[in-house]
């Protein structure tokens, strides 16, 4: 697949806070009660020696410790008492009992307005709080006795916009979730505001501000009424850009990724959309896009695009080994911005036990277009497998077009030359195939290398034709889809499931260049069997390949530690003689267990594989180590 040599690349690299406002007492402490009483004073140290901490003094030198339990009474609403447990310190630090009453005393009493602030929160104006410690009993109870009142309703809701005449559209309070008779919680008031400010930013106001509304408890009626402080500034539209930090990237790159044009109305969409296209790049580690205030009373805003580089190039190297292939590995070089533009150029070397390939990649990112791109690649190759031997070089070019995150669609136009020892047909070739690569891919998963969650379909459809014997002819169609779903939280389990499809149609299996038919078995194939040898064998043990495939897979991932998992994986699949798969042949099944060590670059992956229905030339199990799940 395109994709697959972006993926190795890849693999190589590599208590709640109460917030609310009200207008509340400040007890103050005289100095007297900032020294300590008696009971807390301690024996100096000896002259002449420095004061030693306390974990450190000797045991009789310790101050004594007051345990203490601490609870909150009163005929509350399950919600409001943890709230009210929640910001009392001395709920919390029960297991830091102070050295004295009269510290325990101090804790305490700091907790009465922490709880009548909590209170008020949630619409309770009218409430009290006491404080009891009952000293005698053992361990010391602290008990905060608390009578709520009754709840404050929301009464008038009001939007100041000040003397300047708009078109702005002002929400209804309903909208702002201030609904009269509604509770007066001061978390929904701050709420409101926020979402008032979205809402007139929204309209192309981006200057718009809010200052602290103007709000009146009425204890009599036991409503709160609320008067929102909007200044909206004028409609402000996009005018001149400044883009700053740019160091090798061209700025023509960057303005062609900006999601507006001069004289739009600005709005907050706008600039977060821009800032994920230059983001999308990665070119940039750091993306701001700040309008600012115009000069005289303008209303094209200038805005102001703060940028810093990422390093452009990347060296990789990934390993591998697999009892079928032996040890292998790939290097690569990596250029991001080739040209100022944002044009990648990739060389990457990839060798094994059974062959190795030299390939280069380019491409040119908005192309005519945005989220279209060129690509063009070229490879040398030479494969020694159980089937077939062959030394090739490609090249192709195309287009390759987002249409929306996660789908991608590509078309090309290829040539390859090829030559080919076939195990069963002997010298063949050479092959000048010139082929029409079509392609898309849809990646709706969570994580590259290690997803819980989504999916990932691949549809590959490709018409040959050789120009060296234009009697050769056929069509070679795949597709394939992943899917993750998440069945536990604590500890993470994780089933994978894959299923693949393929069929050659337009010519004899025997015509079909032996390279590029279909095999199955390896390690990222049916786990368990050996590479391409999932399928029909020749008299010698050798696979022969076929012109259709199956193949399915389920996988069980769970996380042992932060670092360590296991897997247990059932694969199954064949190549098939005809087009579409023969059910009347054997499909190979695999089964096995691996672990995975979750690094910084991935997960490292160690598999184990068994074949189930076993025959004489396979062996008796297969390892496979590498980088990156096994699908």
């Known amino acids: 697949m395109p994709e697959a040599g972006a993926r190795r690349r890849a693999a190589a690299l590599a208590g709640a806070a109460v917030v609310g406002w009200s207008v509340v007492g400040i007890a103050q402490i005289s100095d007297d009660d900032d020294r300590p009483a008696v009971e807390d004073q301690v024996p100096p140290a000896a002259a002449g020696e420095p004061p030693r901490p306390e974990a450190e003094r000797p045991e009789a030198e310790r101050p004594p410790e007051v345990p203490y339990r601490a609870r909150i009474e009163g005929d509350l609403e399950a919600p409001l008492r943890e709230l009210l447990e929640q910001v009392s310190e001395s709920r919390r630090m029960t297991d830091q009992p102070p050295s004295s009453l009269a510290r325990l005393q101090r804790r305490a009493e700091g907790d009465l307005a922490r709880l009548r602030e909590a209170l008020r929160s949630r619409g309770y104006y009218d409430s009290t709080v006491g ?3 009952e000293r005698e009993a053992a361990p010391v109870e602290v008990i905060f006795e608390v009578e709520p009142g009754p709840l404050y309703t929301f009464g008038e809701v009001a939007i100041d916009t000040g003397p300047e005449p708009t078109d702005l559209r002002l929400p209804e309070p309903p909208a702002l979730g201030v609904t009269p008779g ?3 919680a001061a978390r929904a008031v701050l709420d409101a505001q926020q979402r008032l400010l979205e809402r007139v930013k929204a309209q192309g106001f981006v200057l718009a501000e809010t200052t602290s509304p103007r709000v009146i408890v009425d204890h009599d009626r036991r409503t709160m009424d609320v008067t929102f402080n909007l200044r909206p500034g004028p409609h402000a539209r996009f005018g001149p850009v400044v883009v700053e930090g740019l160091e090798t990237v061209e700025q023509a790159r960057v303005d062609r990724r900006l999601a507006w044009e001069t004289g739009e109305l600005i709005t907050p969409e706008k600039i977060e959309e821009a800032r994920r296209r230059l983001v999308e790049t990665g070119l940039f580690r750091r993306v701001e896009i700040t309008p600012e205030a115009p000069e005289g009373g303008a209303t094209e805003v200038p805005v102001r695009v703060r940028l810093t580089e990422r390093k452009h190039r990347s060296v990789g190297l990934g390993v591998r080994y697999r009892t079928d292939e032996g040890p292998g590995g790939n290097v690569f070089l990596e250029h991001r911005n080739l040209f100022g533009r944002g044009e990648t150029g990739t060389v990457e070397l990839d060798g094994s036990g059974i062959g190795f390939s030299l390939s280069g990649s380019f491409k040119k990112p908005d192309f005519y277009r945005l989220n279209q791109a060129f690509i063009a ?10 089937a077939f ?3 090739s070089a490609s090249a192709s070019a195309g287009i390759e077009r987002e249409f929306r995150a996660g789908l991608v669609g590509r078309a090309a136009l290829a040539f390859r030359y090829v030559k080919i020892q076939d195990v069963e047909e002997g010298d063949e070739g050479p092959f000048g195939l010139l082929s029409l690569p079509l392609g898309l891919t849809w990646d709706t998963s969570d994580d590259l290398f290690d997803p819980t969650e989504g999916g990932r379909l691949f549809v590959e ?4 034709v050789d120009v060296l014997d234009p009697g050769l002819t056929f069509n070679k169609a ?6 993750y779903v998440k069945l536990v939280d604590q500890p993470r389990l994780i089933f994978a499931a894959r299923a693949a499809f393929g069929s050659i149609v337009g010519a004899d299996r025997a015509d079909v260049p032996a390279d590029e038919r279909f095999y199955a078995g390896g390690g990222g194939s049916v786990r368990g069997f ?3 040898k999932a399928g029909e064998l020749d008299e010698d043990g050798d696979p022969v390949g076929g012109r259709s495939l199956l193949e399915l897979a389920g996988e069980f991932r769970i996380n042992l530690t932060e670092t360590i998992g296991a897997v247990a994986f059932v694969d199954s699949g064949a190549a098939f003689e005809a087009p579409l798969p023969d059910f009347s042949e054997d499909l190979r099944f695999g089964a096995g267990a691996g672990l995975r060590y979750f690094s910084p670059i991935g997960p490292l992956r160690l598999d184990v594989g068994v074949p189930i229905n076993r025959r004489d030339e396979d062996d008796a199990f297969q390892i496979y180590l590498s980088i990156g799940q096994a699908f």
């Open 478 to 483: 795949l597709i394939g889809y992943s899917h």
């Open 389 to 391: 031997e062959s030394t």
């Open 131 to 133: 404080l009891r410690i």
């Open 530 to 532: 050996g590479f391409q």
């Open 182 to 184: 509604e509770p007066a």
């Open 461 to 464: 459809e490709e018409p040959f």
């Open 377 to 386: 690649d070229t490879e040398f190759r030479y494969d020694d497998t159980d």
